[in-house]
């Protein structure tokens, strides 16, 4: 884990971008080079995948960094290994949730909880950002269907996708409107948790990182905007 600044001289608004930790999904996708369609890979577990107890080591070691940036706000993706990672580095207080910063929807991880969901296990963040409906990746024809959890997860078992499916011109406005409400806030100097490929996209089109640059779990990215 290691941190890179980049200094854009025309910025005003400081942001550093921090990858979640380990997660349990990455365990199996990345670390027992699991795919899609194992068995072990769609199991219920994985609904919103939490960190592992590797991710919560992670976050421990990045803890004091997160804390010497003196964010003035937490910006997290809904997802709990985002939220997490930002309470156990960042905090609870002054903590603003936006499915703009989401995960790519492709994966059982990316199916998230309801707002409603959140807000029980996480009293003291704001979601109020998000959608009362589902606010992950479900196709504009399934909406109607697809409600909750239960049913994204037993839609995508029973279909043998294994994935969402999000499309790349839905991703890419969600990219847009991120990168939107980030110049709304009125804060000078945001952190943000969020995930590899939303990441790797946001910053390669706004500030010219490798777009297949590596972004590891724990990783902090710091640029002005």
């Not at 499309?167 to 939107?180: A, G, L």
């Not at 009125?186 to 995930?195: A, G, K, L, T």
């Amino acid at each position: 884990m290691y941190m890179s600044i980049v200094e854009m001289p025309s910025g005003n608004k400081t942001v550093h971008f921090v990858r979640h930790c380990q997660s349990t999904w990455n365990v199996g996708h990345r670390v027992l080079n699991l795919t899609h369609s194992d068995k072990e890979m769609q199991s219920e577990a994985l609904l919103d995948a939490p960190l592992s107890a590797f991710g919560e080591e992670q976050a421990a070691e990045i803890q004091q960094k997160i804390k010497d940036l003196n964010a003035e706000v937490a910006i997290t993706s809904p997802y709990k290994r985002a939220i997490e990672t930002c309470i156990r580095t960042y905090g609870e207080q002054n903590v603003v949730s936006t499915h703009w910063c989401g995960e790519i929807g492709e994966s059982i991880c990316d199916i998230g909880n309801t707002r409603d969901s959140l807000q029980k296990m996480y009293p003291k963040i704001d979601f109020s950002n998000l959608p009362q409906s589902v606010w992950w990746y479900v196709d504009e024809k399934l909406k109607d269907q697809l409600t909750d959890p239960r049913k994204c997860y037993e839609w995508v078992l029973n279909n043998g996708t294994f994935k969402l499916g999000e499309t790349e011109d839905h991703f890419q406005r969600r990219v847009e409107r991120f990168y939107e409400f980030l110049q709304n806030r009125s804060e000078s100097n945001v952190v943000v948790f969020s995930h590899s490929v939303f990441l790797r996209n946001f910053l390669f089109r706004y500030f010219g990182r490798p777009l297949l640059e590596k972004f590891p779990n724990g990783e902090i990215a710091t640029y002005t905007l």
